[in-house]
């Protein structure tokens, strides 16, 4: 009985191996920059042209997180390349909120 147990908790964990292969820290990350965009917007630091384009750009960044954990295992330079996106994404967050336009 414990043998079938086992295994069967096996089964479910391998199964859930693509699931879990997205760092975390980089869920946070993505967590954080899309707020700091909600908040841009709520605070009018945003206009709709330049909430459109954050938004795309984050979507852009969930697509390439996808494609690169849908194998189970993200590998170290798509890892990389994911870093690099949400940089890119976070500075044009900050600029873009910071440009003294303001939405009235």
């Known amino acids: 009985m414990k043998k079938i147990i086992i295994s069967a908790i096996a089964v479910i964990l391998a199964s859930a191996s693509p699931i879990l292969a997205q760092t975390y820290r980089s869920d946070t990350r993505e967590y954080r920059q899309e707020q700091r965009i909600y ?41 990389r390349q994911i870093e690099r996106m949400q940089d890119r994404a976070s500075r044009n967050i900050y600029r873009k909120n910071n440009n003294r336009r303001i939405l009235y």
């Open 39 to 79: 908040r841009g917007a709520a605070r009018g630091e945003l206009t709709p042209r330049e909430l459109h384009n954050l938004r795309r750009q984050q979507q852009r960044i969930d697509r390439a997180q996808w494609r690169a954990g849908r194998d189970g295992y993200v590998s170290p330079r798509e890892r």
